[in-house]
Antibody, heavy 122, light 107 residues
Framework: QVQLVESGGGVVQPGRSLRLSCAASGFTFSDYGIHWVRQAPGKGLEWVAAVSYDGINKYYADSVKGRFTISRDNSENTLYLQMNSLRAEDTAVYYC???????????????WGQGTLVTVSS | EIVLTQSPATLSLSPGERTTLSCRASQSVRYYLAWYQQRPGQAPRLLIYDASNRATGIPARFSGSGSGTDFTLTISSLEPEDFAVYYCQQRSDWPITFGQGTRLEIK
């Protein structure tokens, strides 16, 4: 079945870096746009970044632009989020989400991972 | 950025009751709106897409309507597992945005 599994979360000091991964299975990974969405403790959902099916087009929320980089390796069915210059306000559960429609970058999320917690604290 | 405003913030209801949740957009999103359910400790689940289409496996008691700036999610008869937080999301333009959520709690 379609599955996304995030990893790489943990506790990190402000200003440091962290790389998240999202391993996909059960579908043709290279056909779909994939996004990162985060949720701060007790708060709502915030879209973070997206990458097109072919890895060419990338989109970012203003809150992370210039600090985070999204990428994908279609040969390994894996999505990444490189997070630099981390701040306390980046503390959240980070979910990867698969886009519903083949070839689309901007759409709805029909499959989500279980999330990985990133805590930015000194 | 398109701002989605959900109301009410919290609803207290009993199993078996009917309820309607609202999502209002700051500008037209046409019909490009989805609804998600998030239970405690779980990832969100897609319920409704393009305003009125049920996602795969979603029970018929869930229905969506609306277009432009005003949308509703209706649950015709609440089951115990429906008590959760509901979010709307627009795909009309970048950045993708979510509403702040409506918490549906047991009365």
């Amino acid at each position: 079945q379609v599955q996304l599994v995030e990893s790489g979360g943990g506790v990190v000091q402000p200003g440091r870096s962290l790389r998240l991964s999202c391993a996909a299975s059960g579908f043709t990974f290279s056909d779909y746009g994939i996004h990162w969405v985060r949720q701060a403790p007790g708060k709502g959902l915030e879209w973070v970044a997206a990458v097109s099916y072919d890895g060419i087009n990338k989109y970012y929320a203003d809150s992370v632009k210039g600090r985070f980089t999204i990428s994908r390796d279609n040969s390994e069915n894996t999505l990444y989020l490189q997070m630099n210059s981390l701040r306390a306000e980046d503390t959240a559960v980070y979910y990867c989400g698969k886009i519903q429609i083949v070839g689309a970058a901007r759409n709805y999320f029909d499959c989500w991972g279980q999330g990985t917690l990133v805590t930015v604290s000194s | 950025e398109i701002v989605l405003t959900q109301s009410p913030a919290t609803l207290s209801l009993s199993p078996g009751e009917r309820t309607t949740l609202s999502c209002r957009a700051s500008q037209s999103v046409r019909y490009y709106l989805a609804w998600y359910q998030q239970r405690p400790g779980q990832a969100p689940r897609l319920l409704i897409y393009d305003a009125s289409n049920r996602a795969t496996g979603i029970p018929a008691r869930f229905s969506g309507s609306g277009s432009g700036t005003d949308f509703t999610l209706t649950i015709s008869s609440l089951e115990p597992e429906d008590f959760a937080v509901y979010y709307c999301q627009q795909r009309s333009d970048w950045p993708i945005t979510f509403g702040q959520g409506t918490r549906l709690e047991i009365k």
